[in-house]
T-cell receptor
Framework: AQKITQTQPGMFVQEKEAVTLDCTYD???????LFWYKQPSSGEMIFLIY??????QNATEGRYSLNFQKARKSANLVISASQLGDSAMYFC???????????FGKGNQVVVIP | GAVVSQHPSRVICKSGTSVKIECRSL??????MFWYRQFPKQSLMLMAT?????????EQGVEKDKFLINHASLTLSTLTVTSAHPEDSSFYIC????????????FGPGTRLTVL
C-alpha cells in the first residue's frame, strides 16, 4: 500500500523567504507520480507541481520546485520568495501507475507573515 | 485549462433529506472523477471513483446506498447524500483526472454540507 508522510508542525514564514515542506513516501511500485496541492482557507485544492518517478530532473513550476530524492523516497516542496497568498495547507500526494487512487499526506500548514 | 466546478458551494439541510452535489469538468472530458470527504484540519479521504457509463467503485467503509454516485456524461458526476444526518456534515470535494498526460487530478472548489 502507498503511504505519504508529512510530519512538520505548522510553519511561520517571513514574506520573501523560501520555505521547504517535507514529504516522504513509501511504495514498492517502481512507477509512480508525486503531486503537491495547495489548499487555502477557501477549501479548493490547487494543483502545484508533479514529479514522475522516472523523471531525471527535479520538477519546477514558477516559484515551486520539487526536491526529488528517489533513494531516500522524499519529495520536498520548495516555495521561493514566499508571498502572503501562499498561506495555506499544503498536501503531498502519490499515485501509483495502474491505480486510480491518489494517496494524500496529512498536510503542512504554512502561514506567511509580513 | 483543466477547470472543475462544483455546485452548490454550501448547503444546509434538515436531517432526513437528500442532497445532490454536482461536479463538472468545464474544459475537458473526464472519464474518471473522484469524490473525497474532508473533515476539519484533516486530509482528504477518497470515498469513491466514478467512471463514466459504469458503476462507481466505493472505498471500504463507504456506504454505496447512502452516497449515490452517477457519472452520466464525460463532464458531469453527481454525488447524492441520501437521508442525510448530522454526522454527514463535512466538506465534499470532487476531482477529475486529465487522462493521457501525467494523470493529474484537478479539484473542484468543494461543497460544505451542514445537516441540522
Amino acid at each position: 500500500a502507498q503511504k505519504i508522510t508529512q510530519t512538520q508542525p505548522g510553519m511561520f514564514v517571513q514574506e520573501k523567504e523560501a520555505v521547504t515542506l517535507d514529504c516522504t513516501y513509501d511504495t514498492s511500485d517502481p512507477s509512480y507520480g508525486l503531486f503537491w496541492y495547495k489548499q487555502p482557507s477557501s477549501g479548493e485544492m490547487i494543483f502545484l507541481i508533479y514529479q514522475g518517478s522516472y523523471d531525471q530532473q527535479n520538477a519546477t513550476e514558477g516559484r515551486y520546485s520539487l526536491n526529488f530524492q528517489k533513494a531516500r523516497k522524499s519529495a520536498n516542496l520548495v516555495i521561493s520568495a514566499s508571498q502572503l497568498g501562499d498561506s495555506a495547507m499544503y498536501f503531498c500526494a502519490m499515485r501509483v501507475k495502474g491505480n486510480n487512487r491518489l494517496a494524500f499526506g496529512k498536510g503542512n500548514q504554512v502561514v506567511v507573515i509580513p | 485549462g483543466a477547470v472543475v466546478s462544483q455546485h452548490p458551494s454550501r448547503v444546509i439541510c434538515k436531517s432526513g433529506t437528500s442532497v445532490k452535489i454536482e461536479c463538472r469538468s468545464l474544459d475537458f472530458q473526464a472519464t474518471t472523477m473522484f469524490w473525497y470527504r474532508q473533515f476539519p484540519k484533516q486530509s482528504l479521504m477518497l470515498m469513491a471513483t466514478s467512471n463514466e457509463g459504469s458503476k462507481a467503485t466505493y472505498e471500504q467503509g463507504v456506504e454505496k446506498d447512502k452516497f449515490l454516485i452517477n457519472h452520466a456524461s464525460l463532464t458531469l458526476s453527481t454525488l447524492t447524500v441520501t437521508s442525510a444526518h448530522p454526522e454527514d456534515s463535512s466538506f465534499y470535494i470532487c476531482s477529475a483526472r486529465l487522462a493521457y498526460s501525467t494523470d493529474t487530478q484537478y479539484f473542484g472548489p468543494g461543497t460544505r454540507l451542514t445537516v441540522l
